[in-house]
């Protein structure tokens, strides 16, 4: 074992025509995140020093991507895909002075686990290539392994009939020291049935000259790849399976496991229960016992102990509920902060907002937070009471302990413990129900 400094190299150039798509393969969303995103998150477990993208099919849209999944990761420019090995040469002048350990992993693979990263950035040997048994072996690289370890690999298109008949295959993930890589790189060739610069030419000469080469296997599960929409739609399912069980693992309470969605980052505490038909997109905490009623769609928000929501509530980015809120039927909270015991339980939207302490906020509540041109927003104190069909017309601020009579506009601020009364006045006029029928039926005639 060597604790070795380690630099991650995710290739993810390639087109991925298969997937008959606009969208660069690495950019369909897995977990509800970008495919591109399950090697960098795994890949940061092991506190990398350096992680570089290799981008070349709609590189512009795929750094974007990665500058928000992973801020610090960079991007290295492959503008023609001439092989794996072409690809991190790319990458090399990034590295510029970083001795360690390069781990080289695929954006479209997106399920190795942190485990097998760990053995291959601790391993001794020189070079470390991750293989598997596959049941089918179909095209894959071969890996013709000997007393020593790991000799050469075979892709399938340049492999004789006795070398396809080897099950070790290359799942693509290869470890080697920057050194080697700058040694070794640049002697790759092109000279092969697919005139492509191959990465797993490498152990090859790495063994030639006299380095330690070797194979470390993994379960064929980690080393699904995505080329095709139904591998993608194989490889969400198989992520919501393991995510959920994960979430039973974890002590959550899934009603119907099967209807539950969770994204990459979904994070759930012990005794928390999670109705039937919950989404979860990135971005969601739910901390121990909370409880999400069925039929919610929650993102980007988080979620305290003692809280509950739904059924058929929105959360979305920016949504904050404190212990103990009750957050009802058919309301959506974006960008809001909801205090402690706060009551939101029907038909309301709050927006760009911050509801204090034990607040009750009527049905029919809307935060008009948008102009038409910028977004505006709403303070409202603690102990409020504001009365159902409220509009508060944002920028305003409602104080502590007020109230707002219902179906009010505001437009002002409310101060605390004021009633504030924002609707026209009502008048009554006896009789007049009846006798307005009765004019309007002998109109019709009968
Ligand atoms: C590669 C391996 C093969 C292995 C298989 C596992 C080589 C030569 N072969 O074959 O041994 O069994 O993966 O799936 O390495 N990419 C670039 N730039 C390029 C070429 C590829 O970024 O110029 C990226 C692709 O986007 C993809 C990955 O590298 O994510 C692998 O490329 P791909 O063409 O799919 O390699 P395979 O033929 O599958
Ligand atoms: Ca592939």
Redesign the pocket.
């Known amino acids: 074992m060597t604790e070795k400094p380690v630099a991650l190299i995710v ?4 087109q ?1 025509s298969r997937m008959q798509s606009d969208l660069p ?1 690495v950019l369909h969303r897995l977990g509800g995140v970008p495919l591109v995103g399950h090697a960098l998150a795994t890949g940061r477990l092991l506190e990398p020093e350096e992680v570089i993208v ?1 981008a ?1 099919h709609g590189a512009e849209a795929v750094a974007k991507a990665v500058a928000k999944l992973d801020p610090e990761a960079r991007i290295a420019l ?1 503008e023609e ?4 090995a ?2 991190v040469r790319q990458a090399m002048p990034l590295l510029e002075g970083f001795e360690g350990r390069v781990i080289v992993l ?4 997106p399920f190795i686990g942190e485990e097998t990263l760990a053995n291959l950035a601790s391993h001794a040997a020189d070079v470390v290539v991750l293989g598997f048994e596959a049941a089918d072996p179909g ?3 071969r890996l013709v392994t000997g007393p020593e370890g790991l000799e050469r ?1 075979v ?1 399938y298109k340049d492999a004789d009939e006795a070398t396809r008949a080897i099950r070790l ?4 993930v290869l470890a080697a020291d920057a050194a080697l890589l700058r040694e070794f790189l640049p002697r790759i060739g092109n000279r092969n049935a697919a005139g ?1 610069y ?3 030419d490498i152990p090859e000469l790495a063994r030639a000259a006299g380095h330690r080469v070797e194979v470390v296997t993994c379960d064929e599960s980690e080393t699904l ?1 995505i080329n095709t929409r139904a591998e993608l739609a194989q490889a969400e399912a198989a992520f919501q399976a393991r995510a959920r069980a994960r979430a039973l693992e974890d002590g959550v309470t899934l009603s119907d496991p099967a209807t539950v969605w969770f994204a990459l980052d979904t994070c759930i505490g012990r005794d928390a229960v999670i109705g039937q038909n919950v989404v979860f997109g990135p971005g969601v905490t739910v901390e121990s016992g909370a409880e999400i009623l069925p039929f919610c769609h929650l993102e980007g928000c988080h979620v305290s102990a003692g809280a509950t929501v739904g059924p058929f509530a929105r959360l979305r980015p920016g949504a904050e509920l404190g212990g103990d809120v009750h957050v009802g039927n058919f309301v959506e909270i974006k960008n809001a902060v909801l205090d402690e015991g706060v009551k939101v339980g029907h038909l309301t939207y709050l927006g760009d907002a911050h509801v204090g302490e034990a607040t009750n906020i009527g049905a029919g509540t809307i935060t008009c937070n948008y102009d038409g041109v910028g977004k505006h927003r709403t303070e409202i104190g603690a102990h409020a009471f504001i009365g159902s069909d409220t509009m508060l017309v944002a920028p305003v601020r409602v104080g502590a302990r007020a109230m707002t009579g219902s179906g009010s506009v505001i437009t002002q601020d409310v101060p605390d413990d004021a009633l504030a009364l924002g609707r026209a006045r009502q008048i009554t006029k006896p009789g007049l129900a009846t006798r307005l029928m009765q004019a309007l039926r002998q109109k019709k005639g009968n």
């Open positions: 290739l993810a150039a390639g991925g393969k290799v070349g492959q895909q001439l092989g794996t072409h690809a695929y954006g479209d693979t095209r894959y690289g690999i892709e295959v290359n799942s693509g492509e191959y990465l797993t790849g």
